[in-house]
C-alpha cells in the first residue's frame, strides 16, 4: 500500500526532524510539535517491522505499546538515577528506536531469506481480522 | 416513537435481505444503514446541542443527572438503541459499529469534561502537582506522598511534555477520561480478538465495557494508564502465547481431572494466527516492557496482572508459564527496593488487609455510604446495585455458554482474580471499587453471551437483540445516573484553583498552612474538597477542623491561624457541598460561614470569588513562615544482604527472560538433553530463593 508507507516515510521524517532539532538544542518553530510527533510514533514505527505478520489494527496497537514502554523506561531511569533531562531523554528514545529499528530491519530480511523459497510453494498467509470483516 | 422506528428498519432488513440471494448486497440493507446512520446523527444532535443551556450550578444531591435536559436523555436512549439497532442487521457494518463506539465514548466519558470548565476530579490535580514537582526538581519527593514511589505516570507526562516544551497540561488532563476509555478499547479488541464469539457478542462486549465503567478511574491518574497497559498485557498474551490445538492431537490440555461422560466442551478462545518464533520473541519483550511499567507506575495493577496471568497459565491458556514467576519477581522486588521510603517503618500497616478480609470489606463498602437517605448515599446504593447486577448477569452468560458447551476458561479467570486483590491491600478503602474496574473486561464480555451465545452468527436474533438493547438502555441510564453523581464535590472550579495562586503570592516562600472545615473529623487526617497539591507540592501543610454546629463560631479558625505564621483559611463551595451532601450540614452553611468570616475585624480577605473564598489574619503572628525541610533524596537502602539481592535479582530476571525465549524457540531442553542449559534452569530456584530471601531480610531490618 504506497498511501500507507508514503504517510509513515512522512512520519519518521518528520519525527526525525524534531528529535534532531530537540538533541542539538535548535529552537526552531514547531520544534515542540515535531518532537512530540517523535516521541509518540518513534518508538511505534521502530516496532513495526518486528511483527510482520499481523493485520494492520492489530500490530497499530501492539507497536503503540512500545510507545509507552520506550518513553516511560526512559523517564523513569532518568528519573531513579538523578538525570533528569528531557533534551537528553529524547536522545534517549533516538538511539533506543534506531537499535529496535535495525533488529526489525535484520528480523525482517532473515524472514524474507527463509519464507522466500516457501513463498513459491504456498502464498504468505496473511492474518485476517475475520471476526471485524466476516459477513 | 424513535424506538419504534429503528427497531421497524431493524426488523425489515431482516426479513428483506433473509429473502434476497446470499452474497449480493440486497438494496434494502443500505436503506437499512443509511436510516440507522440518520438516526445516529439525530441521537448525537438530541444529546449534545441542549447541553448549551446547562447550568452547572443548578445540580442538586444526585450530581450532573439533575440538570441534564430532556433530550439528551432522550438522545443517550436513541444512540444506544441504534448500535443494537446495527447489531440487529444481518451483516456487519465495522465502521459504522465503530464510529457509534468512539462517540458513545465521547458521550458518556466526554459528557462532564465538555460542560466543566476545568479538568475534575480534585485528584487530577494533585497529579498534576507530581508532575510540576518532578519536572522541575528533576527528582521524586519519596517522603511527600507514597505516589512518588510509583512515579513512572508522573515522569512519562512530564518527560514528554517538557521535551515538546508544552507548559500547560490542562487540557491533556481534562480529555484524559476519553483518551484513556479509547485507550482501554484497543487493549479490549486484542483481548476479543482471541475469544470464539460471533461478531455481535464480541460488539456487545466492547460497547458494555464503555457503559458499565462508572467508577471513574479513568482520569488523568497512573492506575487509569496501568488499566491499559494490563489489558494490553493480556491481549498480547491471548493474541501470541495461547497453546495451539491445530498443534497438539488432542487440542487443549484438559487437566488431569476424570473427563465427564458428556460431549466434550469446546474452548471458549482460539488462537489466531499462526505467528512465527522470532515475532512471539517479539511480543514477550513487549509484554515484558509493559510489565515493568506497569510495576513502576502503580502499586496494584501488577498484583492483578500477576493474578491474572496465573490463572491463565493455571487453566492451560498461556504457553509463558514462567511468567507469573517473572512478574511476581520483578514487582517485589520494586516493593522492596524502589519504594523503601513508603514502608520504612510501617511494617504494619503495610500487610494490614491480609488475613482481615472481612474488615476490608465492610470498610470499603458500608464505609463508601453517605448517611443514609440523602441523594448522594441513593447514587452510592445504586452504584453497588449495578455492581451486584453486572456479576450476576456475568454468571448467567457464563452458565449459558456452558449450555452451548463452551468452556471459557479465560473469561473466568479475567472475571474471578480480581476478588483476590481484596484479600491483599484495603487501600485505603477503595478495594471494591477496585476489584468492580478489573472484574469489567472478563464480565462484560460473558454478559454479551448472554445474549450472543454461539460461535457462529444466528440469522434472525431480533429477541436476542432486542433483549441486548433493554439491558443496555438499562445500563447507560444507570451509567448517567451513577458515574457524575459526586459532581457537586468532584468538579473542579476555577476560583478554586485561583485560591491556591493567591496563597502562593501571598507567601512567596516557606511552608503555607491551610485551614479548613469537614464536617466529620475522622481518625485519619484528611485533605479538603479542593485542587490542594496543584503546584509547589512541598510547601503545604493542612489543618482540618471540625465545622461547628453553628457557621457563625469562628473562633477555632481564628486560632487556628494564630499559630503558625503564612496560614490561610480556605473554604471552596466544593468542600461545601461534600460537607452538606456527605454529613448533613445545611446548604446555608458556606454562605453564612464567609459571611461571618468577611465581617470579623480580625481576617482580611485574600481572595473573594464566587467559587471560593481564602481569608487570613489582618496582623499574623511574629516572624515569618516555617521554611521547608529538604528534600530526603531517593534511595534504596542498604542492609548487609541488598548488593546480594539486587544482583541475583537482576540475574534471576534475566535467566528466567531468556528461558522464556527459548521456550518460544522450542528449544528448552528436555530431562537428558543439553546439560549446560538445564543447569541453566536449576539455577533458578537457588537465585529465587535468595531474591525471596533478601526481600524478607530488607523488610525486617529497614521496616521495624
Same mark, same amino acid.
Given at each position: 500500500?504506497?498511501?500507507?508507507?508514503?504517510?509513515?516515510?512522512?512520519?519518521?521524517?518528520?519525527?526525525?526532524?524534531?528529535?534532531?532539532?530537540?538533541?542539538?538544542?535548535?529552537?526552531?518553530?514547531?520544534?515542540?510539535?515535531?518532537?512530540?510527533?517523535?516521541?509518540?510514533?518513534?518508538? *511505534?514505527?521502530?516496532?513495526?517491522?518486528?511483527?510482520?505478520?499481523?493485520?494492520?489494527?492489530?500490530?497499530?496497537?501492539?507497536?503503540?505499546?512500545?510507545?509507552?514502554?520506550?518513553?516511560?523506561?526512559?523517564?523513569?531511569?532518568?528519573?531513579?538515577?538523578?538525570?533528569?533531562?528531557?533534551?537528553?531523554?529524547?536522545? *534517549?528514545?533516538?538511539?533506543?528506536?534506531?537499535?529496535?529499528?535495525?533488529?526489525?530491519?535484520?528480523?525482517?530480511?532473515?524472514?524474507?531469506?527463509?519464507?522466500?523459497?516457501?513463498?513459491?510453494?504456498?502464498?504468505?498467509?496473511?492474518?485476517?481480522?475475520?471476526?471485524?470483516?466476516?459477513? | 416513537?424513535?424506538?419504534?422506528?429503528? $427497531?421497524?428498519?431493524?426488523?425489515?432488513?431482516?426479513?428483506?435481505?433473509?429473502?434476497?440471494?446470499?452474497?449480493?448486497?440486497?438494496?434494502?440493507?443500505?436503506?437499512?444503514?443509511? #436510516?440507522?446512520?440518520?438516526?445516529?446523527? #439525530?441521537?448525537?444532535?438530541?444529546?449534545?446541542?441542549?447541553?448549551?443551556?446547562?447550568?452547572?450550578?443548578?445540580?442538586?444531591?444526585?450530581?450532573?443527572?439533575?440538570?441534564?435536559?430532556?433530550?439528551?436523555?432522550?438522545?443517550?436512549?436513541?444512540?444506544?438503541?441504534?448500535?443494537?439497532?446495527?447489531?440487529?442487521?444481518?451483516?456487519?457494518?465495522?465502521?459504522?459499529?465503530?464510529?457509534?463506539?468512539?462517540?458513545?465514548?465521547?458521550?458518556?466519558?466526554? =459528557?462532564?469534561?465538555?460542560?466543566?470548565?476545568?479538568?475534575?476530579?480534585?485528584?487530577?490535580?494533585?497529579?498534576?502537582?507530581?508532575?510540576?514537582?518532578?519536572?522541575?526538581?528533576?527528582?521524586?519527593?519519596?517522603?511527600?506522598?507514597?505516589?512518588?514511589?510509583?512515579?513512572?505516570?508522573?515522569?512519562?507526562?512530564?518527560?514528554?511534555?517538557?521535551?515538546?516544551?508544552?507548559?500547560?497540561?490542562? !487540557?491533556?488532563?481534562?480529555?484524559?477520561?476519553?483518551?484513556?476509555?479509547?485507550?482501554? =478499547?484497543?487493549?479490549?479488541?486484542?483481548?476479543?480478538?482471541?475469544?470464539?464469539?460471533?461478531?455481535?457478542?464480541?460488539?456487545?462486549?466492547?460497547?458494555?465495557?464503555?457503559?458499565?465503567?462508572?467508577?471513574?478511574?479513568?482520569?488523568?491518574?497512573?492506575?487509569?494508564?496501568?488499566?491499559?497497559?494490563?489489558?494490553?498485557?493480556?491481549?498480547?498474551?491471548?493474541?501470541?502465547?495461547?497453546?495451539?490445538?491445530?498443534?497438539?492431537?488432542?487440542?487443549?490440555?484438559?487437566?488431569?481431572?476424570?473427563?465427564?461422560?458428556?460431549?466434550?466442551?469446546?474452548?471458549?478462545?482460539?488462537?489466531?494466527?499462526?505467528?512465527?518464533?522470532?515475532?512471539?520473541?517479539?511480543?514477550?519483550?513487549?509484554?515484558?516492557?509493559?510489565?515493568?511499567?506497569?510495576?513502576?507506575?502503580?502499586?496494584?495493577?501488577?498484583?492483578?496482572? =500477576?493474578?491474572?496471568?496465573?490463572? =491463565?497459565?493455571?487453566?492451560?491458556?498461556?504457553?509463558?508459564?514462567?511468567?507469573?514467576?517473572?512478574?511476581?519477581?520483578?514487582?517485589?522486588?520494586?516493593?522492596?527496593?524502589?519504594?523503601?521510603?513508603?514502608?520504612?517503618?510501617?511494617?504494619?500497616?503495610?500487610?494490614?488487609?491480609?488475613?482481615?478480609?472481612?474488615?476490608?470489606?465492610?470498610?470499603?463498602?458500608?464505609?463508601?455510604?453517605?448517611?443514609?437517605?440523602?441523594?448522594?448515599?441513593?447514587?452510592?446504593?445504586?452504584?453497588?446495585?449495578?455492581?451486584?447486577?453486572?456479576?450476576?448477569?456475568?454468571?448467567?452468560?457464563?452458565?449459558?455458554?456452558?449450555?452451548?458447551?463452551?468452556?471459557?476458561?479465560?473469561?473466568?479467570?479475567?472475571?474471578?482474580?480480581?476478588?483476590?486483590?481484596?484479600?491483599?491491600?484495603?487501600?485505603?478503602?477503595?478495594?471494591?471499587?477496585?476489584?468492580?474496574?478489573?472484574?469489567?473486561?472478563?464480565?462484560?464480555?460473558?454478559?454479551?453471551?448472554?445474549?450472543?451465545?454461539?460461535?457462529?452468527?444466528?440469522?434472525?436474533?431480533?429477541?436476542?437483540?432486542?433483549?441486548?438493547?433493554?439491558?443496555?438502555?438499562?445500563?447507560?441510564?444507570?451509567?448517567?445516573?451513577?458515574?457524575?453523581?459526586?459532581?457537586?464535590?468532584?468538579?473542579?472550579?476555577?476560583?478554586?484553583?485561583?485560591?491556591?495562586?493567591?496563597?502562593?503570592?501571598?507567601?512567596?516562600?516557606?511552608?503555607?498552612?491551610?485551614?479548613?472545615?469537614? $464536617?466529620?473529623?475522622?481518625?485519619?487526617?484528611?485533605?479538603?474538597?479542593?485542587?490542594?497539591?496543584?503546584?509547589?507540592?512541598?510547601?503545604?501543610?493542612?489543618?482540618?477542623?471540625?465545622?461547628?454546629?453553628?457557621?457563625?463560631?469562628?473562633?477555632?479558625?481564628?486560632?487556628?491561624?494564630?499559630?503558625?505564621?503564612?496560614?490561610?483559611?480556605?473554604?471552596?463551595?466544593?468542600?461545601?457541598?461534600?460537607?452538606?451532601?456527605?454529613?448533613?450540614?445545611?446548604?446555608?452553611? $458556606?454562605?453564612?460561614?464567609?459571611?461571618?468570616?468577611?465581617?470579623? !475585624?480580625?481576617?482580611?480577605?485574600?481572595?473573594?470569588?464566587?467559587?471560593?473564598?481564602?481569608?487570613?489574619?489582618?496582623?499574623?503572628?511574629?516572624?515569618?513562615?516555617?521554611?521547608?525541610?529538604?528534600?530526603?533524596?531517593?534511595?534504596?537502602?542498604?542492609?548487609?544482604?541488598?548488593?546480594?539481592?539486587?544482583?541475583?535479582?537482576?540475574?534471576?530476571?534475566?535467566?528466567?527472560?531468556?528461558?522464556?525465549?527459548?521456550?518460544?524457540?522450542?528449544?528448552? !531442553?528436555?530431562?537428558?538433553?543439553?546439560?549446560?542449559?538445564?543447569?541453566?534452569?536449576?539455577?533458578?530456584?537457588?537465585?529465587?530463593?535468595?531474591?525471596?530471601?533478601?526481600?524478607?531480610?530488607?523488610?525486617?531490618?529497614?521496616?521495624?
Amino acid at each position: 500500500m504506497p498511501v500507507v508507507r508514503i504517510a509513515l516515510t512522512a512520519l519518521t521524517i518528520a519525527g526525525l526532524t524534531g528529535a534532531a532539532l530537540t538533541t542539538v538544542g535548535v529552537s526552531a518553530p514547531y520544534a515542540g510539535w515535531l518532537t512530540l510527533l517523535f516521541l509518540l510514533t518513534a518508538p *511505534a514505527l521502530a516496532a513495526w517491522p518486528l511483527l510482520p505478520s499481523l493485520a494492520a489494527p492489530t500490530r497499530a496497537i501492539v507497536s503503540l505499546s512500545m510507545t509507552f514502554i520506550v518513553n516511560t523506561t526512559v523517564a523513569q531511569l532518568m528519573l531513579s538515577l538523578g538525570l533528569w533531562s528531557p533534551r537528553r531523554g529524547v536522545t *534517549a528514545v533516538l538511539i533506543i528506536c534506531l537499535l529496535v529499528a535495525s533488529i526489525g530491519l535484520l528480523f525482517a530480511r532473515r524472514t524474507a531469506r527463509r519464507a522466500a523459497p516457501a513463498r513459491s510453494a504456498a502464498p504468505a498467509r496473511s492474518d485476517r481480522e475475520d471476526w471485524l470483516f466476516e459477513r | 416513537m424513535v424506538l419504534l422506528h429503528t $427497531g421497524k428498519t431493524a426488523d425489515d432488513t431482516q426479513v428483506l435481505s433473509a429473502a434476497a440471494p446470499p452474497k449480493r448486497r440486497p438494496p434494502s440493507g443500505n436503506r437499512a444503514v443509511l #436510516a440507522l446512520t440518520a438516526c445516529f446523527v #439525530a441521537g448525537l444532535a438530541l444529546y449534545w446541542v441542549p447541553l448549551r443551556w446547562v447550568r452547572l450550578d443548578a445540580m442538586n444531591g444526585y450530581g450532573l443527572i439533575s440538570v441534564l435536559p430532556v433530550a439528551t436523555l432522550i438522545g443517550a436512549a436513541v444512540l444506544v438503541l441504534t448500535f443494537f439497532g446495527t447489531l440487529a442487521l444481518n451483516r456487519q457494518r465495522p465502521l459504522l459499529l465503530g464510529v457509534q463506539l468512539v462517540a458513545l465514548v465521547v458521550a458518556l466519558h466526554g =459528557l462532564a469534561p465538555a460542560l466543566e470548565e476545568l479538568a475534575r476530579p480534585p485528584t487530577a490535580w494533585q497529579h498534576l502537582g507530581f508532575v510540576e514537582y518532578i519536572t522541575r526538581t528533576g527528582e521524586p519527593h519519596v517522603t511527600l506522598d507514597a505516589r512518588y514511589s510509583w512515579p513512572a505516570f508522573f515522569a512519562l507526562i512530564g518527560f514528554i511534555t517538557r521535551a515538546a516544551g508544552i507548559e500547560n497540561i490542562e !487540557p491533556l488532563m481534562h480529555w484524559a477520561p476519553v483518551g484513556l476509555e479509547l485507550l482501554y =478499547l484497543a487493549g479490549y479488541y486484542l483481548i476479543l480478538r482471541a475469544m470464539w464469539a460471533n461478531w455481535r457478542a464480541k460488539w456487545t462486549a466492547a460497547w458494555l465495557l464503555v457503559t458499565t465503567n462508572w467508577v471513574g478511574q479513568d482520569y488523568f491518574a497512573p492506575q487509569g494508564f496501568a488499566y491499559a497497559l494490563y489489558l494490553l498485557l493480556l491481549g498480547l498474551l491471548l493474541n501470541w502465547f495461547l497453546p495451539d490445538p491445530r498443534r497438539r492431537p488432542g487440542g487443549f490440555r484438559r487437566g488431569r481431572l476424570p473427563r465427564w461422560p458428556v460431549r466434550p466442551l469446546t474452548p471458549g478462545e482460539r488462537p489466531v494466527g499462526r505467528p512465527g518464533a522470532g515475532e512471539r520473541t517479539a511480543v514477550f519483550a513487549i509484554a515484558l516492557g509493559l510489565v515493568l511499567v506497569t510495576v513502576a507506575a502503580h502499586q496494584l495493577t501488577p498484583f492483578l496482572m =500477576l493474578f491474572a496471568v496465573t490463572a =491463565l497459565v493455571l487453566a492451560g491458556r498461556c504457553t509463558l508459564r514462567g511468567l507469573p514467576i517473572l512478574i511476581g519477581v520483578i514487582a517485589a522486588a520494586w516493593v522492596s527496593y524502589m519504594t523503601r521510603a513508603y514502608w520504612e517503618g510501617q511494617k504494619d500497616s503495610l500487610f494490614s488487609g491480609i488475613g482481615n478480609l472481612l474488615a476490608t470489606l465492610r470498610e470499603s463498602v458500608s464505609g463508601r455510604i453517605a448517611e443514609s437517605g440523602t441523594e448522594l448515599a441513593k447514587v452510592q446504593q445504586t452504584r453497588i446495585l449495578i455492581a451486584v447486577a453486572v456479576v450476576l448477569l456475568a454468571l448467567a452468560g457464563l452458565y449459558r455458554r456452558r449450555r452451548w458447551r463452551f468452556d471459557d476458561r479465560v473469561a473466568m479467570a479475567l472475571l474471578a482474580t480480581p476478588f483476590l486483590a481484596i484479600a491483599l491491600q484495603n487501600y485505603g478503602g477503595e478495594i471494591t471499587l477496585r476489584v468492580y474496574f478489573f472484574i469489567l473486561p472478563g464480565a462484560c464480555l460473558l454478559i454479551a453471551y448472554l445474549f450472543f451465545p454461539t460461535a457462529f452468527t444466528v440469522a434472525r436474533p431480533i429477541r436476542a437483540v432486542s433483549a441486548a438493547a433493554v439491558c443496555g438502555l438499562l445500563i447507560a441510564a444507570s451509567f448517567l445516573f451513577v458515574r457524575f453523581g459526586n459532581e457537586n464535590f468532584e468538579r473542579i472550579r476555577p476560583g478554586e484553583v485561583q485560591a491556591f495562586h493567591a496563597m502562593l503570592r501571598h507567601a512567596p516562600s516557606g511552608r503555607i498552612n491551610v485551614v479548613w472545615q469537614t $464536617g466529620r473529623k475522622g481518625p485519619m487526617g484528611a485533605f479538603p474538597q479542593a485542587p490542594w497539591g496543584l503546584t509547589a507540592q512541598e510547601r503545604w501543610d493542612y489543618t482540618e477542623l471540625q465545622a461547628p454546629p453553628k457557621p457563625e463560631d469562628i473562633s477555632a479558625i481564628v486560632a487556628a491561624l494564630k499559630k503558625q505564621p503564612g496560614s490561610f483559611f480556605l473554604t471552596t463551595r466544593s468542600n461545601e457541598a461534600y460537607n452538606r451532601y456527605s454529613f448533613g450540614q445545611s446548604p446555608d452553611y $458556606g454562605a453564612r460561614l464567609v459571611k461571618a468570616l468577611a465581617s470579623s !475585624p480580625e481576617l482580611k480577605p485574600i481572595l473573594r470569588h464566587r467559587d471560593a473564598d481564602v481569608f487570613a489574619l489582618r496582623t499574623p503572628p511574629a516572624g515569618s513562615p516555617p521554611p521547608v525541610p529538604k528534600p530526603v533524596p531517593f534511595d534504596i537502602g542498604t542492609t548487609t544482604w541488598t548488593r546480594v539481592g539486587l544482583l541475583s535479582t537482576l540475574l534471576l530476571v534475566l535467566l528466567l527472560s531468556v528461558r522464556e525465549i527459548a521456550r518460544i524457540h522450542g528449544r528448552l !531442553p528436555k530431562y537428558g538433553q543439553n546439560p549446560v542449559l538445564r543447569g541453566f534452569g536449576y539455577a533458578t530456584w537457588p537465585l529465587l530463593a535468595l531474591s525471596i530471601f533478601v526481600i524478607f531480610e530488607r523488610f525486617h531490618t529497614l521496616g521495624s
